[in-house]
DNA sequence: CTGAAAGCGCTTACAG
DNA sequence: CTGAAAGCGCTTACAG
């Protein structure tokens, strides 16, 4: 039984009636022939053609996701939250992977290469009459102008666009609450291994990192930020740099727990302890945080919170609900065994 | 511009010929007319509805993707071999979510109590016509009953089910190949630290792991056996007790890089270093092999190749083309510096 | 409360 | 080579 029409046959009655009681329409059908019809759909276990009801409809419940790269570890835990909302709410989602992060790394500007393949999943999503699009960004940056305009809702998450919606963590609110946690433990030379500065998201960082230290009356150093590409190879030469200065620092913020991670190994093999000797405070909890030795106190991100926000921010949209177009959800710290109380040591 | 229909008119033709140069039927219009359609085709920037011919042609060129857990490590590798092949001959993927690592871990027999939400999640699928179903499991195990019998293509991914197609890695040839590679740096005691007995994956890798011993005319012994639970904390445990034995392994070969690097740890607490004195091999080859210290070497599943595969397979079977029921795709040892000749040590 | 009819945007024999 | 017509499985005013 495959069709609203056999059901009809069946409970002798239209096709109109049967979907009327598909449909909850409770006021349009009595109750009798309504239990007679569901009944029938019980037994024939029948399922109404969704794809018919969508070209009638105009509206397929659908929201297409174009994730930059799924194997990234922001992604899964963005779509996780997604597909959350999508459950819900009776969406589905079709999905799309660039594989970017392969494909060019951290060399974003090779993103341009990519522009015809990233239209046609766009164009193939649009022909699938998708209610609305989802770009789920691999790292937070400026992703304006890898898609092109169209007329459905779209909406980033984990990367934003000019004058496009897009949600995503609060760098600075993260970076005063990490810089802070530092502060409280009684540390008073917090250095800062940064991420390159043509990122809006280490900008951000770094102004939280600011204001948490002006906030304390404590003095903002140049020499104790240094600026590394985000990878562990070059954590670990940060690392070593900081440690080999006449100024050692009693704490090191990274920007990321690779660069972290890279500066903790550095420590380590100068002979100085993690955390006894220099805390060390990551960000983005990564998996591995919790396998390293000293486990790593880390920054998680609200990744499920911001994909389930990105999909209801987006259905909203459809459904031409008022919306905010700049989402930015608080992170919180995790605290492990990487960062604790300053205690003097042999410098001064 | 947004209907077959309306390019015609302005191609002063029927719906019927535009339909046709849409879908290379070049033997049935002129190359004149199917110029000039395609001209207007590009002006107007006109996008077939593929939700009306799929309605028309009773096929969508969608795969239903159920995936146990997206954020489990193997997961989004998996889906990116299926998106590969999808993009590669015009499928998308459909994907449904069903994260059940974190409500129900490595508690198995739990996966009863969401019955009814894989049901619907596969109902919903159904009911979008995906022309087949990929069903992508967390952990490689025996997935018999988790989805009702349905008329449309389904396989299994990481997992299996009774009489049903799966993709998986060849857990035996892979641990054969662990345990060669030891026994080819010179070690002549190799403890295991095995997963549960109740899991086939597990029993197949000691299976390997046996044959690669006997191949040698090496003694398979007991005590150089112990079994774990897959965790980080219980690789510590077993790790310690192998240290502390009186005979004293010269590796060992844990069955997932988590059990591994918690013997690692263990090891190094002892104050023996890896791989000097103990060397020791993971499997799984997750990402944060390479910043752990030593960086350990590892198995490297096959997970793309599998998502790959599946696709294909699924789209050979909904093609009705002969396909082959149980695949099993070869691993890589991934050499990293956790393991390395055995020179003789202290003990005997 | 129920049904006949039109139509969503395509495709596909078929006739010419 | 081209077009008229029917139909995929639904929904929705509308008439009764």
């Known amino acids: 039984m495959n069709t609203i029409k056999e059901i009809a046959a069946l409970a002798k009655v239209s096709p ?52 930059e790269d799924i194997t990234v570890f922001n992604t899964p835990s963005i779509i996780n939250g997604i597909n959350a909302f999508s459950e819900q709410n009776n969406y589905r989602i079709i999905l799309n992977d ?6 060019m790394g951290h060399n974003f500007s090779e993103i341009t290469r990519f522009k015809k393949t990233i239209d046609g999943s766009l164009a193939a999503l649009l022909s699938f009459q998708v209610d609305g ?30 004058n496009q919606i897009s949600v995503n963590y609060d760098d600075k609110s993260a970076f005063y609450k990490a810089t802070k946690t530092l502060i409280d433990l009684g540390h008073d030379r917090i250095a800062l291994i940064a991420g390159p500065s043509d990122s809006l998201a280490a900008e951000s960082r770094l102004a939280g990192y600011k204001a948490a230290l002006e906030n304390q009356d404590m003095l903002y150093r140049d020499e104790f930020v240094v600026t590394g590409d985000w990878g562990f190879e070059s954590g670990h030469k940060l690392g070593k740099l900081l440690v080999d200065s006449d100024k050692l620092p009693t704490a090191i913020l990274a ?22 000797d220099i805390s060390v405070i990551g960000f983005d909890n990564r998996e591995f945080c919790q396998y390293t030795k000293p486990s790593l106190t880390t920054v998680q991100l609200p990744l499920y919170e911001m994909g389930y926000m990105a999909a209801s921010t987006l259905i909203a949209l459809v459904d031409n609900e008022d919306i905010n177009r700049g989402i930015e959800l608080p992170c919180d710290l995790i605290a492990r065994d990487s960062a604790g109380l300053h205690h003097d040591y042999k410098y001064n």
């Open 98 to 103: 660039l594989g970017l992060n392969e494909k």
């Open 255 to 276: 920007m990321n727990d690779l660069m972290a991670i890279g500066a903790v190994n550095a420590i380590q093999a100068s002979g100085l302890k993690v955390p006894d």
């Open 133 to 162: 699009i989802i770009y789920v960004g691999l790292h937070p940056r400026d992703v304006t102008g890898v898609l092109p305009l169209v007329d459905k809702p779209v909406l980033y998450v984990g990367c934003y666009a000019e």
């Open 16 to 67: 109109a009636t049967v979907s009327n009681v598909l449909n909850n329409r409770n006021d349009q059908v009595s109750s009798e022939t309504r239990e007679k019809i569901l009944e029938i759909i019980r037994e024939t276990n029948f399922k109404p053609n969704r794809i018919a009801k969508s070209l009638r409809v105009n509206r397929t419940h659908t929201i297409g996701v174009i994730a």
